[in-house]
Each structure stands twice: as structure tokens, then as C-alpha cells.
């Protein structure tokens, strides 16, 4: 005889359920799983299951493998259900690294807006834009030219940023030489200035104008300049030719050299 698998009393062979519990009895071996019927007694077996005894126990424990392997990748403690882990440590790692990458990206593209702005701004202000004196020659050349030909612009171009009315102060000075034609001038004794006499000089032009003027260097120089009259002149004939001896300061602030101020007043031909 053989028992029955959920209450343990002897069974006919031939029995297809017990006569004590009523549990199915099932005819080979193997594993099966069947609702048990009302009442029946759940001793030895909590879920009210059949259980045979044979390969099908050790089928039910790998498909029972399987389908926990099926659920590893979830997180059984979130409500509501189980949330997907999909991220690995590589996953993570490569998070970051296109993180960095994007960020890498974006400090690049600022760097080429950084650079392209200022190649605009050199191209700007050192190649289409000509009237600029970069030399303290080429600002004595302005000066002469602006003088021959009357050219307030040209004047304005050599007059220190530190004044208010630039253009204004050029127009003065410009109408105060307007009889002189220089013919010719000659420079003699050029002096490069000391870090103490830019210092001094910036003082006085901020006492002067209260701005600072940040001059990167400076020249002094004695020009002769052998003029003529071309006009009416309460010394002079219209005509006569003779010469001037002046001291001139030319000074370099952002690249650009300049007249210093007080070299205007110097020049008297009276």
C-alpha cells in the first residue's frame, strides 16, 4: 500500500483520492500542484498543496530558481511593485564619463566664442581700423600732417583719452597753428621716460582731469620744426619761414601713442 502524500494514511494502489482527507492521489510519479478540496486537513502542508515525491520536486525547485533569477534585477522594497535596477557600476561609470564629456564639450565651445570674439576685436582695432598711431614717430607724423592739412580727425587721433572734449581741444589747437606750414622737422635729444617720471606724470593728469592715465611708456624729445606763415600773423609776415624749438612727450596707453597734453602748449611761435 502506499500513503497518502497529505495526511499520511494508507491508500489503496489503485486509489485515486485518500478516503480520510480526500486528497487526490496521483497515479505516477512526479510533481503536481492542486488546489485541495474544502476542509481538507493542512498538516505538513500550509498551502493546502499536493506534493509528490520524485523528479517533479526537483523540476518545481529549478523552475523555482529560474523564476527568482527572473526577479534579481529588481528592488522588492519600493511600494507598490518592484522598480527595475538596470544600473550597474560600468552603467554608472559611463554616466559619468559622458557627464564629464558634455561638460568638456561645453567649456570648449566657450573657449572658440573667447577666442573668435577677440580675433574680431583685434582684427578690428589693429587692421580695418588704420588711424592709429603705433609708434611715437607715426604720432609725430600725425601731428605735422594734421597741422599741413587742417585735419581736426587726424589731430584727434594722437589727443590723450584722459580728455574729456578731444575733438574740441583738437579744433583749438588746430586753429591757434593754422598759419604755420611746417616744412620739415628734426628730432634731437630723445629721452625714454623713467618708471618715476610716468608715475609723476600720471599723478599730475589725475590731479589735472581725475582719471587715470595707465601709461605702459613714454618719450621725450626736442623737435625743431622749420615752418613757414601761411596767413596773417601779428609777428610774422605772411610768407617768412623760420624755425621752432620744442619739447614734445609722446606716451603709450593701451598700444596707441599719443601727445602728452602740455607738449600742445609748449610750441609758441609769438
Known amino acids: 500500500m502506499k500513503k497518502c502524500p497529505m495526511c499520511g494514511e494508507p491508500v489503496e494502489e489503485n486509489a485515486t483520492e485518500c478516503p480520510e482527507c480526500g486528497c487526490p492521489i496521483a497515479n505516477t510519479s512526479g510533481f503536481s500542484l492542486k ?52 544600473l550597474s557600476r560600468t552603467d554608472v561609470g559611463d554616466l559619468n564619463i559622458k557627464k564629464k564629456s558634455k561638460v568638456g564639450k561645453y567649456i570648449f565651445r566657450i573657449i ?10 583685434y582684427l578690428i582695432t589693429n587692421v580695418l581700423i588704420t588711424d592709429k598711431a603705433k609708434s611715437y614717430n607715426q604720432a609725430l607724423d ?16 594722437i589727443m590723450p583719452p584722459y580728455l574729456d572734449k578731444a575733438g574740441s581741444q583738437a579744433k583749438d589747437y588746430l586753429e591757434n597753428l593754422g598759419i604755420l606750414h611746417i616744412n620739415s622737422y628734426n628730432v634731437r635729444d630723445l629721452t625714454e621716460l623713467s618708471e618715476s617720471d610716468i ?16 601709461i605702459k611708456e613714454g618719450y621725450g624729445m626736442t623737435v625743431e620744426l622749420k615752418v613757414t606763415v601761411e596767413g596773417d600773423s601779428e609777428k610774422y609776415v605772411n610768407g617768412s619761414s623760420f624755425m621752432i624749438s620744442t ?18 602748449e609748449n610750441i609758441d611761435y609769438n
Do not use: C, H
Request: net charge negative; aromatic share 10%.
Open 247 to 264: 619739447y614734445m612727450e609722446f606716451i603709450n596707453i593701451k598700444d596707441n601713442w599719443y601727445l602728452q597734453i602740455k607738449s600742445y
Open 112 to 121: 572658440l566664442l573667447v577666442a573668435a570674439a577677440y580675433g574680431i576685436y
Open 35 to 86: 488546489n485541495a478540496p474544502a476542509g481538507a486537513k493542512k498538516s505538513g502542508n500550509p498551502m493546502g498543496r499536493t506534493m509528490s515525491t520524485g523528479s517533479g520536486l526537483t523540476d518545481i525547485l529549478r523552475e523555482g530558481d529560474e523564476a527568482y533569477d527572473d526577479y534579481d534585477d529588481y528592488d522588492d522594497s519600493s511600494i507598490g511593485g518592484s522598480i527595475p535596477i538596470s
Open 199 to 214: 608715475d609723476n606724470l600720471q599723478e599730475s593728469i589725475k590731479l589735472d582731469t581725475g582719471k587715470t592715465a595707465r
Open 142 to 157: 600725425y601731428f605735422v600732417e594734421a597741422i599741413n592739412e587742417d585735419d581736426v580727425d587726424k589731430m584727434e587721433i
